[in-house]
């Protein structure tokens, strides 16, 4: 398995010259660090691909260790952009893939890992709240049927965490190529659910904290739990 972070856009919401994942957090860290070091307590460091584009140096000058990927279009493509670029290059590997954004207590991974262990794909989820803005999701036959912000009658919100099985990978990346340049990487899985037929659990990880850092009021969110 591979691991994924997302970590290549410009994050201007937060009115923050630096990349996002760069932002520093009451504890002292930065979203990246605890992101990292909360992976590398469970997988190996050496499985963690970063996809950069915006001020990439200061990222990858803050952590050597880490394998690089680049989005030359990080300011006119989306995620599902970035992540395409990694996935090329595993494309006989499951990966795990975080948004570049997302703060979270480590204990979630070990919810994750029995459909890592299964090679079952999967959208990390939050049931306790769904907010207009971020990516809801609803459920057929115990799987995923839609999976975007304009989503009705949400059940919760995907967190931003997701797994692609090895079986599966092939017809994400294929799906991922048909997105266009501002979609989210959740098009093509919706895509895939729709014309390949893959399945993809909603894992509930809503016992523990994960948010994303969209806004001012999110950091101050996130760092209130730390």
Request: charged share 30%.
């Amino acid at each position: 398995m591979k691991i994924i972070i997302l970590a290549a856009g410009i994050g201007s919401r937060l009115g923050n010259p630096l990349p996002k994942p760069l932002t520093s957090l009451k504890n002292g860290k930065s979203i990246m660090q605890m992101q990292t070091e909360n992976i590398a307590s469970k997988y190996n460091i050496d499985d963690i691909n970063v996809v950069v584009g915006f001020k990439k140096d200061l990222i990858m000058e803050r952590f050597p260790e880490l394998t690089y990927v680049y989005n030359p279009f990080f300011d006119r493509t989306n995620t599902s952009k970035s992540l395409l670029q990694a996935l090329k290059k595993h494309r006989d590997k499951s990966v795990l893939w975080f948004n570049g954004d997302v703060v979270f207590d480590e204990k979630l991974l070990d919810i994750l890992n029995p459909y890592i262990k299964q090679n079952q794909s999967f959208v990390a989820v939050n049931t306790s709240k769904v907010a207009d803005e971020e990516v809801k999701y609803t459920l057929k036959d115990g799987f995923v049927n839609e999976l975007s912000k304009t989503v009705k009658n949400g059940l919760g919100e995907a967190v931003g965490i997701n797994f692609i099985s090895s079986t599966d990978i092939l017809k994400f990346i294929d799906r991922l190529e048909e997105c266009d340049d501002n979609d989210y990487f959740e098009r093509g899985l919706e895509l895939a659910i729709e014309k390949d037929h893959i399945k993809i659990k909603a894992v509930d990880i809503s016992a523990f904290n994960c948010m994303e850092i969209d806004f001012i009021e999110d950091l101050e969110n996130v760092n209130n739990l730390l």
